[in-house]
C-alpha cells in the first residue's frame, strides 16, 4: 500500500536519513524503533507527506505523491492519512466534538455528515457523553482518544502515529493500544507507530528498528 524507494534527508550538514527502502502492507500495525535521532520522526514525517525527501519517492496503491503540489498534496494527506501525535494537539477552544470533526471542515463535507460521523467515532471510543467537553475539561487518556477519532474522521488509508502513548500512564496506555488493535480488526484500519514502548513494539505485526538514519536487519 505504502512504498518508499531510496528516502534521503539532510538538514544542513547533517544526514538524518541515508536511503531508505520500506513497504507497509495494508491492515498491517508496524512499530518503528530506535534510539533517539535515529531518524524515526523525520521517516514518519515523509511518510505523511508533511516534508518532503532530498530524493526517493513516497508510492501510496502506485501513485508517486512526491511528484504532487502543494496544494494537491495538501489534499492527498487530510484524504487518505490520519495523524496521532504525543501530545494531543486538540485545539482548547473547541469542544471534542468539533476538535474529531475539523478534518471533515477542511474537506469541505457537509455538517450533518462530519457530525454523525464524529459522533459514531466518539462512541466507538467510549466518549459520547463527552462529546460538549473542552479538552481542558477530559482527562490525558480521553484527550487522546479524542485525537485518534480526529484521525480517523475522513476514514484514511494509513494512520501514522508518533509516540502516542509516551505521555499516558499505563493503564490509558494499554486502553489506546487496545483501541488500534481494535480498529484494524473492525475497520481494516493500518498503523505506522513510532514508539520506544518496547511492550507495543512486541505485539505489532513488525517492527522496523532504525539506527543512524538507516533500517538495521
Known sequence: MIRLEGITKSFGSLEVLKGIDLEINKG???SIVGPSGAGKTTLLQIMGTL???DK???IYDGQDVSRL???RLSAFRNANIG???QFHQ???EFTALENVMIPAFIAARPVAEAKRRAMELLKFMGLSQRAGHKPAQLSGGEQQRVAVARALMNSPEVILADE???SLDSKNKEELHR???LLREQMGQTFVIVTHDETLAATTDRTIRMVDGMITP
Do not use: K, M, N
Request: glycine share 12%; charged share 20%.
Open 90 to 92: 486538540l485545539l482548547p
Open 56 to 58: 526517493g519517492r513516497v
Open 164 to 166: 502516542p502513548s509516551g
Open 69 to 71: 503540489g502543494d496544494a
Open 28 to 30: 498491517e500495525i508496524v
Open 179 to 181: 483501541i488500534f488493535f
Open 83 to 85: 495523524f496521532i501525535f
Open 51 to 53: 516534508d518532503r525527501p
